[in-house]
């Protein structure tokens, strides 16, 4: 598969039957002044981890830039929670579990259609370990996903056959948090599908830009934000909390 094909298989994979009718819309979304988290507000840190950033195997550009931005958020919130890819070896979505597929190619898989992406992210290695500079210590949880091995899952909320949740919804409302601020890696997949899940399931949802990095895949950054805005998210930048 050529690189222009392989960027349009996973902008159209990625948002397909989200981003219809928004065309045009621009990025409505956008928080009025400042903003202030509150005890009802909770950050999410999204995998922030070494296979995300330079030297990992699926890295982000500049995905290290993110972290002493949400070192510095992160004092500002009562209530954190982190996230982690955490996939077992030969997971369904890497091409190495199929015999003759490649990295980026795509696949019909029973939940629906899969990227098959390199070997990344597997639990108990380096590559998974959280990034070392990461300073987050208010912490209370850590959310891991990714780890049943005939599905995947970008969203902290959800697996991505849209049915099988992570627990962080119930978690989040049993403490009676009302509003997630998502930052991390990728804008454009495990943000975008945590923010959009996080309004589905009624949370207030604001995504720190500048805490973000995206892959941008032949314009899936801007499907993300737009896709974001139809459906409620806010696009703040670090400077807009007090």
């Known amino acids: 598969m050529s690189n222009t094909n392989r960027r349009n298989v996973l902008v159209k994979l990625t948002y397909a039957g989200v981003v219809v009718g928004v065309a045009g819309m621009g990025h409505a979304a956008f928080a009025a002044g400042k903003v202030k988290p509150s005890a009802s507000s909770a950050l999410l840190v999204v995998d922030v981890q070494n296979c995300f950033v330079t030297g990992g195997t699926l890295p982000v550009k500049g995905g290290e830039e993110v972290v002493p931005v949400i070192n510095?958020?992160?004092a500002s919130f009562e209530n954190v929670v982190v996230t982690q890819d955490w996939h077992t070896q030969g997971h369904a979505s890497f091409a190495s579990a199929h015999p003759g597929e490649k990295p980026f190619g795509m696949k019909k898989m029973p939940y629906?259609?899969?990227?098959l992406w390199p070997d990344h992210c597997i639990q108990g290695?380096?590559?998974?370990?959280?990034?070392?500079?990461l300073k987050v210590p208010s912490a209370q949880l850590i959310v891991r996903k990714g780890y049943h091995p005939k599905v995947d899952s970008y969203s902290a909320f959800m697996e991505a056959d849209g049915k099988t949740?992570?627990?962080l919804g119930g978690y989040l409302?049993?403490?009676?948090i009302k509003t997630v601020y998502?930052?991390?890696?990728?804008t454009d997949f495990c943000v975008a599908w945590t923010a959009l899940d996080a309004r589905k399931m009624g949370f207030e949802a604001f995504v720190i830009e500048d805490a973000t990095r995206a892959i941008d895949l032949?314009?899936?950054?801007a499907a993300a934000w737009k896709s974001m805005s139809a459906k409620g998210v806010k696009r703040?930048?670090?400077a807009d909390l007090v």
């Open 72 to 74: 510095k958020l992160a």
């Open 112 to 115: 629906g259609n899969q990227v």
């Open 125 to 133: 290695t380096d590559d998974a370990a959280l990034h070392k500079d």
């Open 165 to 167: 949740p992570t627990g």
């Open 173 to 176: 409302k049993q403490r009676g």
């Open 182 to 186: 998502v930052t991390g890696l990728a």
């Open 218 to 221: 032949n314009g899936s950054l």
């Open 236 to 238: 703040i930048q670090s």
